[in-house]
Structures are given as C-alpha cells and as structure tokens.
C-alpha cells in the first residue's frame, strides 16, 4: 500500500508562509482526491483542502486566498502553501489519500504547524 510522508511543518510568525509537502511511497494516481487536514488543538481534524486527480481544488471557506494546494502526479506529490499564517492555523496537518478503487483511505502521520503572534 502507498504510504503517505508529510513535512515541512514549522514553528513560525504570525504573518509568514510555509509550504507543506506530503509525499508519497509510490504513485499517487492510485488516489482519486488527496486532501491536507488540520487539528488544532482540543479540536477534531477538519479538511482545509482537497485536490482531484485532475488537479481541481477544493478549499474550506475560512482558508481561501491564503491557502492554495497542489498536486504533481509525476513526482508522486501534495503540497500545501498557506501565506499569511496565524495562531488559528495553529495544529497538526495531516495527508490523506482516497482511494480511487477501494472504499478505503490512507493518512499520512501529520506535520505540525505552530504560529505565535
């Protein structure tokens, strides 16, 4: 099975970007959409941000215009570029995988965010 490999997490200012990468053991067209989940502390995981086979995005609505994901099928790759961070974007980030023939899922072990004012 692909196994997922999240970095790029990073204690960091508020108002500076990072970028997260979440990459794969294989290839990633054995997912139909890919997607980067944040839990924030004391809270449940909750999606910030999918991506379709075909590269559509998909963003919750408190992170559009500062978060933007990106998909490279050939370098078997999920990136998540979030400028303008703040302590709410504070927790760890996770990948996950959908698989495009099976009712089934893979997450990655998560990459930690933490923004201070």
């Known amino acids: 099975q692909v196994q997922l490999v999240e970095s790029g997490g990073d204690f960091v200012q508020a108002g500076e970007s990072l970028t997260l990468s979440c990459a794969a053991s294989g290839s990633i067209l054995v997912f139909s959409t890919m997607g980067w989940y944040r839990q924030a502390p004391g809270k449940q995981r909750e999606l910030v941000a999918d991506?379709?086979?075909?590269?559509?995005?998909l963003y919750e609505d408190s992170v559009k215009g500062r978060f933007t994901i990106s998909r490279d099928n050939t370098q078997n790759r999920v990136s998540l570029q979030i400028d303008g961070l703040s302590p709410e974007d504070t927790g760890v980030y996770y990948c996950?995988?959908?698989?495009?023939?099976?009712?089934?899922?893979?997450w990655g072990q998560g990459t930690l965010v933490n923004v201070s004012a």
């Open positions: 996950k995988g959908e698989m495009r023939w099976a009712s089934d899922e893979v």
């Open positions: 991506i379709t086979i075909r590269s559509m995005p």
